[in-house]
């Protein structure tokens, strides 16, 4: 149990503080721990190393490694790669939108890129939700020019999708229906029931009705639905609404892996701090880019409705100047080129380090073939045989110590990069 100072945003700021400590911490043990356990496992055997080997395992045995705190969970959701997109993914032109002869927006033009991850900001009522289902094709479009990708995967969350379940189904049958009219084949009910228990609904949940199901159960299933049809382009209105925290931060997790579209309409601010990299304003019956942040956009709100023009963040404050919306943008683009630029010097690496695997697997394989026969009495009835055998067993073993050298460094590179990366993400 833990207490936080303060109200709800505060409690979520301190919430997600901790968690990212503890993860931070849970990491590094682990990536201790199994450094360790990689030379205990490799040279435990070798009796020139039992020194250093003894030594390792006193450090792994004083070595706590902590659960980090999504392994804690209930469940664990996770997106397919969603494969090759096109660019943009959908293009709007002077689009007008709205509900039959009514239109609640016009002028719109908006471009949705590969991999764009759009927070829609705006009052209720505003024509947010009235955006996304045209964008999407829920709604005719009233006017204008849209080009949207035909073939795209699109997964829909809307705001009254858990009033939407049938009662006197079970979240088995939805799951059937489902796969059934997307696929037209019907799927093997065990391969369903894995899927579901991914969200909690395991053994009899899974065939439990949804009727007398709560709010927060209604909406992990619609979340089951939307994920199962691995989506290329997620709308997301409103999700959290009946999520309790801990399936809330399971989402927000899961999103931030999700290499697809998104585009999300959400009060829940931690969310769209996490998993927005740009907002869009909807207002006066029009949309435009909004270039501030959420701090920014709540002082928009307090100030009455939108002004035409996106509010700058250069206000001192405290004694100290507050950072620009621009300033805060830059960061969190530098901090995913880090990310980038961290995965892409790891991959030959580690592409380095299995083949490296490969062949001490294969030398210490052949090594252990040649001892058979050299223990092998019968052997030595030839001594010319048995003194090639010996040769060659010499010449493996070279071999093997000069390739777990080469692992041992390749180990260390890593390492260094890793921690060079978590020294400029602390100091960024």
């Not at 009662?167 to 489902?178: G, V």
């Not at 029009?286 to 002004?307: I, M, S």
Request: charged letters at 30%; aromatic letters at 6%; glycine letters at 8%.
């Amino acid at each position: 149990m833990y207490r936080y100072r303060g109200g709800y945003s505060a409690c979520e700021r301190q919430r997600a503080e901790r968690f990212d400590r503890d993860q931070r911490v849970a990491e590094q043990t682990q990536r201790e721990s199994d450094h360790l356990k990689k030379f205990i496992d490799r040279f435990q055997a070798q009796a020139n190393k039992a020194r250093q080997v003894q030594s390792r395992i006193k450090a792994m045995e004083k070595l706590v490694v902590a659960a980090p705190t999504e392994a804690r969970r209930r469940l664990r959701l996770s997106f397919d790669p969603v494969g090759q997109m096109p660019d943009p993914v959908i293009l709007a032109r002077d689009l007008s939108a709205g509900y039959g002869e009514t239109t609640i927006l016009s002028h719109v033009d908006l471009k949705i890129e590969r991999g764009a991850r759009v927070g829609l900001l705006g009052r209720n009522g505003r024509g947010k939700s009235t955006l996304i289902k045209t964008l999407i094709g829920e709604l005719p479009l009233l006017g204008g020019q849209l080009q949207r990708w035909p073939s795209g995967r699109v997964a829909y969350f809307a705001q009254d999708a858990v009033d939407h379940l049938q009662p006197d189904q079970s979240a088995l049958e939805h799951l059937r229906s489902l796969t059934a009219r997307h696929l037209g084949v019907a799927s093997p009910d065990g391969q369903l029931r894995q899927w579901l228990g991914r969200f909690a609904f395991q053994d009899e949940d899974a065939m439990r009705p949804v009727g007398p199901m709560s709010g927060g159960e209604r909406a992990r299933l619609v979340l089951a639905l939307c994920l199962w049809i691995r989506p290329q382009i997620l709308v997301l209105d409103e999700p959290t609404n009946h999520l309790d925290a801990d399936t809330r931060d399971a989402l927000t997790e899961s999103l931030l892996a999700f290499d697809g579209v998104l585009l999300l309409v959400s009060h829940d601010r931690y969310l769209l701090n996490a998993c927005v990299d740009r907002f869009v304003l909807v207002n006066d019956g029009g949309v435009r880019e909004f270039d501030g942040d959420l701090a920014d956009y709540a002082r928009l709100l307090a100030n009455g409705d939108a002004p035409q023009q996106p509010v700058a963040t250069a206000a001192a404050r405290s004694g100290g100047i507050e950072e620009t919306a621009a300033q805060r943008k830059q960061q969190r683009r530098e901090q995913a080129d880090r990310r980038i630029r961290l995965a892409n010097a790891l991959k030959p690496l580690k592409l380095e380090q299995e083949r490296l695997d490969r062949a001490m697997a294969d030398l210490e394989s052949k090594i252990g073939a040649l001892d058979t026969r050299i223990a092998d009495p019968a052997l030595y009835d030839d001594p010319g045989a048995a003194s090639a055998l010996i040769q060659d067993r010499g010449r493996l073993a070279a071999r093997l110590a000069t390739t777990e050298a080469e692992w041992f460094a390749n180990a260390e590179a890593q390492e260094q990069l890793v921690r060079s990366h978590e020294m400029l993400t602390l100091g960024g």
